[in-house]
């Protein structure tokens, strides 16, 4: 009995991650909604302009701004951030996401003091 019911919980917890739609755009938070997002996002996000510490905070996860790529596989690519949460809002349903701001290819470590746990590592 305890055996098919981990085998139940497994199953369900695929059936509830969904891949993004190709040609679509995301915020981060609407990726991390749909499925298993949260590493591909910080890992593809060390290849954005920024410091790598920077890159695994919320709010830049939350208003980073990615195309998907391939509804097969959910591969995405980075296209930007929409600045401070709130800019980037929920397009829905078959519909892309809208960054309110012009998505920057910013340097997101810029802004802290030189010494910080965020701050830019050198180039």
């Known amino acids: 009995m305890k055996l098919s019911l981990v085998a139940l919980m497994a199953a369900a917890s695929f059936a509830a991650a969904d891949n993004c739609q190709e040609g679509l755009k995301y915020c981060g938070f609407n990726l991390l909604r749909r499925g298993n997002y949260y590493q591909t996002i910080v890992d593809l996000s060390h290849s954005a302009p920024g410091s790598a510490a920077w890159n695994t905070l919320d709010d830049f996860i939350n208003s980073s701004y990615w195309l998907c790529t391939s ?3 959910g591969a995405i690519k980075y296209e930007g951030y929409c600045g401070s949460p709130g800019n980037c809002a929920d ?3 078959g ?3 809208i960054c309110n701001w012009k998505p920057q290819q910013v340097i997101p470590c810029s802004g802290f003091p030189p010494g910080s746990p965020y701050a ?3 180039y």
């Open 71 to 73: 509804s097969a596989t």
């Open 91 to 93: 397009g829905g349903a």
């Open 95 to 97: 519909k892309s996401d």
């Open 120 to 122: 830019c590592k050198d």
